[in-house]
T-cell receptor, first 117, second 113 residues
Framework: AQKITQTQPGMFVQEKEAVTLDCTYDTSDQSYGLFWYKQPSSGEMIFLIYQGSYDEQNATEGRYSLNFQKARKSANLVISASQLGDSAMYFCAMREGGSGGYNKLIFGAGTRLAVHP | DVKVTQSSRYLVKRTGEKVFLECVQDMDHENMFWYRQDPGLGLRLIYFSYDVKMKEKGDIPEGYSVSREKKERFSLILESASTNQTSMYLC????????????FGPGTRLTVL
């Protein structure tokens, strides 16, 4: 079964508007972590934001916020005030288990975001 | 800033060749990882290492081996390259226990002809 599901292969957004990229996950662990990475056309994966399963508040990093709905097992990324430089692939990932151990990440298939002027 | 570097951005090899992909990190991270990335499949873990000379198979280790002789360096080896190993290869590193975030290198796009 898919552990991380990103249902939107591609998304379009107008510059300066907000956009939400969907991510649902499947785990039976109580302790886990959720990540979003950005991959521009250059290829490098850039860490954006992290949410721990026990964090009560939604994570925010500048224009990025993570809409964490634990009961629904969703961890959507919200980008506010989109910029042309936000055009990239976005990957949702999950680390099962606690912060010890081998912290393997499981990645979704990704969503390609295109920001239009 | 964490820096992870990979030896080549683009590599073209022939079927049957032995291929070495090198990865170096400069933050004294315990964990290092090799992934391959294919369209529609996201990133899949090939191997990881949690300490020098230690390695663990990931989800798709077949056809690959790894070497970690020094803490900062993690090598991925294709003993006999095949066309189905044409892919983007990404290396990552992270601290053990204290920092969950994996930091990635720029990737190596390998083409096997």
């Amino acid at each position: 079964a898919q552990k991380i599901t990103q249902t939107q292969p591609g998304m379009f957004v107008q510059e300066k508007e907000a956009v939400t990229l969907d991510c649902t996950y499947d785990t039976s662990d109580q302790s886990y972590g959720l990540f979003w990475y950005k991959q521009p056309s250059s290829g490098e994966m850039i860490f954006l934001i992290y949410q721990g399963s026990y964090d009560e508040q939604n994570a925010t990093e500048g224009r990025y916020s993570l809409n964490f709905q634990k009961a629904r097992k969703s961890a959507n990324l919200v980008i506010s005030a989109s910029q042309l430089g936000d055009s990239a692939m976005y990957f949702c990932a999950m680390r099962e288990g606690g912060s010890g151990g081998y912290n393997k990440l499981i990645f979704g298939a990704g969503t390609r975001l295109a920001v239009h002027p | 800033d964490v820096k992870v570097t990979q030896s080549s951005r683009y590599l073209v090899k022939r079927t049957g060749e032995k291929v070495f992909l090198e990865c170096v990190q400069d933050m004294d991270h315990e964990n290092m990882f090799w992934y391959r990335q294919d369209p529609g499949l996201g990133l899949r873990l090939i191997y990881f290492s949690y300490d020098v000379k230690m390695k663990e198979k990931g989800d798709i280790p077949e056809g690959y081996s790894v070497s970690r002789e020094k803490k900062e360096r993690f090598s991925l080896i294709l003993e006999s390259a095949s066309t189905n190993q044409t892919s983007m290869y990404l290396c990552a590193s992270s601290f053990l226990a204290f920092q969950d975030t994996q930091y990635f290198g720029p990737g190596t796009r390998l083409t096997v002809l």
